[in-house]
């Protein structure tokens, strides 16, 4: 049975950090591409940053580039993604990702709201 469970989300104020983490479970972590989406409300669901199996090889999202780090630990089956310098445009629902390049197969997580607001 694959789970993906992110924590780390809350309530925060403007400039402050949080730490998302995603345990994953039921698949070989250490061969997929992970990745953080988020969704605002009214908008489309959106990557803010992905980070590949073998060399780490990790992209961003324009709006987050600078700010966001994301990391994985593929001894824990985990990815984690770092927010500094948070700004209430960041506001979302925060998912979890995993996938591979030459497959359809995908696996998302449940979400987990991030709030920046003072």
């Known amino acids: 049975q694959v789970q993906l469970v992110e924590s780390g989300g809350g309530l925060v104020q403007p400039g402050g950090s949080l730490r998302l983490s995603c345990a994953a479970s039921g698949f070989t972590f250490s061969s997929a591409r992970m990745s953080w989406y988020r969704q605002a409300p009214g908008k489309e669901r959106e990557l803010v940053a992905r980070?590949?199996?073998?060399?780490?090889?990790?992209d961003y999202s324009d709006s987050v580039k600078g700010r966001f780090t994301i990391s994985r630990d593929d001894a824990k089956n985990t990815v984690y993604l770092q927010m500094n310098s948070l700004v209430p445009e960041d506001t979302a629902v925060y998912y979890c990702?995993?996938?591979?390049?030459?497959?359809?197969?995908?696996?998302w997580g449940q979400g987990t709201q991030v709030t920046v607001s003072s």
């Open positions: 980070i590949s199996r073998a060399d780490r090889n990790t």
């Open positions: 990702h995993a996938g591979w390049r030459f497959s359809a197969t995908v696996y």
